[in-house]
């Protein structure tokens, strides 16, 4: 629902967002999102972006649950999780 509940959650000002972003669920799922990152952070580490863990390993295990009759295996996640973590050009860290 990008369209117009966007637009009506925004004061009429478009945005990327989905309207359901700000969702209590949606919140819960970023602060446990972000706690790991901060535990990583106190570590000495340098984890990647709430938005790009995001993007990386919660959009594709929505998509499958929600668009695609296929399992969500613990295998699949591991992998989500493996390239969200590998080091490369596309990983954008946290600054």
Known sequence: M???GARHE?????TRQCCCHKSRRAGER????????GRERAR???PPTLEHTA???LAPLYYLAVFTD????A????TLVSRLLSP???QQQAS
Request: net charge negative; no cysteine.
């Open 2 to 4: 990008w369209g117009r």
């Open 75 to 78: 295998e699949w996640t591991r």
């Open 55 to 57: 993007d990386a390993v």
């Open 30 to 37: 970023e602060q446990g999102l972000e706690a790991i990152l």
């Open 70 to 73: 296929l399992p969500l295996t």
């Open 88 to 90: 490369g050009p596309v």
């Open 44 to 46: 000495g580490e340098q």
């Open 10 to 14: 925004t004061g009429g000002v478009p």
